[in-house]
């Protein structure tokens, strides 16, 4: 497995001209507040905390929808063995452009699409289940139908023993997870801000 201080250096690479992560992130809220969902990106806390359950040596793909400037990307990768894919999924272009000429891990891709569609994005490559997918997405303001729509097509598209781990501001997106996964743990990050909420809900 590459080290850390290597993948860092890999995945952090900025070309000139290329905007930073707060001016993107910060750009992305005022334009997609419903989509983004805070003014900040993640704490370190939260990353780690929210990453520790994870099973890395028995993780080949790794999902994430809405990545955003990729503050959860650059962790994943530092973790991740060798032979696995990263998928993140982003409705907004900017988004997904910034990734691809920041992020140039060959683990790594950035897809333009909707996290409902993300059966048809693992199956494009090449993988039929995904063993974890995470995500940011504030499910309690997303457009309706939006929200069960994305948690049944995260159940069916997660491997058995895999997990959905999702952070927000809201508990109100247990109601998502509750009518497909039965084992859901749950935490807190008060080292956030806003401070979140933390779940993990396991495919049984």
Sequence with gaps: MPSSTTAT????????????????FFSGFLKHPVMVGSIVPSSDKLIRKMLGPVDWANCKLFVEYGPGVGTFCRPILDRMAPDAKLVVIDTNPEFIQYLRHTITDPRFFAVLGSADEVETIVADHGFEKA???????????????????????????????????????SPKVKDFLTPHFEAIDHDMEWWNVPPAQLYWAWKA
């Design 9 to 24: 250096r890999r995945a952090r690479s900025r070309p000139a001209g290329v905007p930073s992560p707060w001016q993107m």
């Design 131 to 169: 063993d974890y997918v995470l995500s940011g997405l504030p499910f309690s303001t997303l457009p309706p139908g939006v929200g069960p729509a994305i948690a049944t097509a995260t159940h069916s598209v997660l491997r058995i023993g895999g997990a959905f781990l999702v952070y927000q501001f």
